[in-house]
């Protein structure tokens, strides 16, 4: 019913930049909070950034200052802007949005993972 396409993993030198995308398409008939998780192998998947239909955005304390998450409504686009990345950034990616369809439900839904990997 909702589909999250990510782009923009791939492998990049500490130091370096990456972006990641998703879209968002489907049924859908709302949006609200967009996020970006990642998971390295061993550990828990973990929250990167978030940000609401508002356009209030969290950040984990460990990329402040380094990513920014946008979003685009109309497009129903996330976006993670990932600068001065670090080894220890390496990691599978994955959006979630929560998003309303109907019959009225509100539901997270999880893109596929795209891969980051940050060499040294």
């Known amino acids: 019913q909702v589909e999250l396409v990510e782009s923009g993993g791939g492998l990049v030198q500490a130091g370096g930049s990456l972006s990641l995308s998703c879209a968002a398409s489907g049924r859908i008939f709302g949006i609200d909070a967009m996020g970006w998780y990642r998971q390295a192998p061993g550990k828990q998947r973990e929250l990167v950034a978030d940000i609401t239909s508002g356009g209030n955005t969290n950040y984990a304390d460990s990329v402040k200052g380094r990513f920014t998450i946008s979003r685009d409504n109309a497009k129903k686009t996330v976006h993670l802007q990932m600068n001065r990345l670090k080894p220890e950034d390496t990691a599978v990616y994955y959006c979630?949005?929560?998003?309303?369809?109907?019959?009225?439900?509100?539901?997270?839904?999880w893109g596929q993972g795209t891969q980051v990997t940050v060499s040294s």
């Open positions: 979630k949005v929560q998003a309303l369809t109907l019959p009225v439900s509100w539901d997270d839904y």
